[in-house]
């Protein structure tokens, strides 16, 4: 038994009105500091993140947002930029939907504050029972959702499943028809160093949509 590779993630639905806009997606994982989240509000270890792919997971690199090393109050002005040419005003109310656990509930109180103080965005929290969540979560059914996804057995693949159009465990809504060619190439090849690659180019396509918001 290695060790286990898990995601700690947001979904955020594509086809909601106001999410459907990349630039409000964006703006929203921008301005989480996954760095006070790793040591102060989980401090359990966990290492941030800016990608899909964790860290030794197999058949791919790690990719990283390039404002993940911007100061925040440089990502914060850029984020209050996307929302204002979205068309997002400060006061706007977001629906967060989570499984009633103190840990996640903590993690969504962090976040939420981070929306506020920053974007002048109101969370209204909506806590469930677990197979509640992950009902309304693959029914389309929310705006913003916990999720945590553990793969079986290391391969790129089981990650990039969260992102491929039309995937069963797309909760998202999301599609980008590049990255799944690129998937599609990469697991046509006999060589893992060009696999590796495509696999990366994929994700890094994928993530640059804002599906999904990567925490830790």
């Not at 939907?97 to 969504?108: G, I, L, V, W």
């Not at 504050?113 to 209204?124: A, N, P, R």
């Not at 969260?162 to 590049?178: P, T």
């Not at 090849?189 to 999904?212: F, G, I, K, N, S």
Request: overall charge neutral; some cysteine; glycine content about 6%.
């Amino acid at each position: 038994n290695g060790p286990m590779y898990g995601l700690r993630f947001y979904n955020l639905n594509n086809d909601d009105p106001l999410l459907k806009d990349v630039r409000v997606r964006k703006a929203l994982s921008m301005v989480i500091d996954r760095e006070i989240l790793s040591d102060k509000v989980t401090a359990d270890g966990q290492a941030p993140m800016y990608g899909l792919a964790v860290k030794g997971l197999a058949g791919i690199s790690q990719t990283r947002y390039d404002w993940a090393d911007w100061p925040m109050d440089k990502r914060v002005a850029e984020a209050r930029k996307l929302l204002a040419e979205a068309g997002v005003k400060p006061g706007t109310h977001l629906k967060f939907t989570y499984n009633n656990s103190d840990y996640h509930k903590k993690m969504a109180i962090f976040a939420a504050s981070e929306w506020k103080t920053k974007l002048g965005l109101v969370t209204d929290m909506d806590s469930l029972e677990f197979k509640v969540l992950v009902r309304k979560r693959h029914d389309g059914d929310f705006q913003i959702a916990r999720h945590g996804w553990i793969a079986t057995f290391n391969d790129a693949t089981l990650f990039l499943t969260l992102v491929q159009c039309g995937s069963d465990v797309n909760d998202d809504r999301s599609c980008n028809r590049k990255a799944d060619e690129l998937i599609a190439q990469g697991n046509l090849q006999a060589d893992p160093a060009r696999r590796e690659a495509l696999l990366t180019q994929a994700a890094r396509l994928a993530m640059d949509d804002y599906p999904l918001i990567p925490l830790l």
